[in-house]
């Protein structure tokens, strides 16, 4: 049986982006940028934006699983990041904005793979997932700063504006049912 208040940890490009999206989901009660997937310990943004330590940057979802399953998360997850591209979401390029799931446990790496396997099958997108599922060593919780990044900096920083408006907005327009 599964615990009702899980974790998941989820990398697709610039984690203010998947940051911003994963909040406005019913069931979702916090959401933590991060890094990790690399071989430096206590790195900062600094670190992971030369592209040296192998860190990715993710976030860590928490939710009720009563109220939206990690299998819905994949879902959402897929939809709105390019799986496609390696390294490289838009813009924003090198290894820290891959895309990849890190798995906790076998059961959410038995899901990533199957709903991989599905977006695949459904041709989500054109060309073929790269995404990387992986198991979850160290999460590191990214700077105070990060937080509520594109609440607190939306009309300051046109970054919001041009790439993560459209994330939100793509959001609300294809998962109304799951909006808080």
Not at 4 to 29: R, T, Y
Not at 41 to 53: A, L, M, N, R, V
Not at 161 to 171: G, L, N, Q, R, T
Request: with cysteine.
């Amino acid at each position: 049986m599964l615990e009702p208040f899980q974790s998941a940890i989820l990398g697709g490009g610039c984690f203010w982006c998947l940051e911003a999206v994963f909040k406005l989901v019913k069931g979702v009660s916090h959401v933590q940028s991060g890094y990790t997937g690399g071989h430096v310990q206590h790195p900062s943004y600094d670190d992971i934006c030369t592209g040296e330590t192998g860190h990715a940057e993710v976030v860590r979802i928490e939710f009720d699983s009563a109220v939206i399953t990690f299998d819905e998360l994949l879902d959402i997850f897929w939809k709105i990041h390019d799986p496609t591209t390696m390294n490289r979401q838009g813009n924003d390029r090198g290894t820290q904005y891959r895309s990849a799931i890190f798995f906790i446990d076998e059961n959410q790496k038995k899901a990533a793979v199957e709903s991989r396997v599905s977006a695949e099958r459904k041709k989500i997108w054109p060309n073929p997932i790269v995404t990387e599922i992986v198991p979850l060593d160290i999460f590191y919780p990214a700077e105070d700063y990060h937080d509520n990044y594109y609440e607190r900096n939306r009309m300051a920083n046109p970054y919001c504006i041009y790439v993560i408006d459209p994330k939100v907005k793509k959001m609300q327009e294809h998962f109304k049912q799951q909006l808080k």
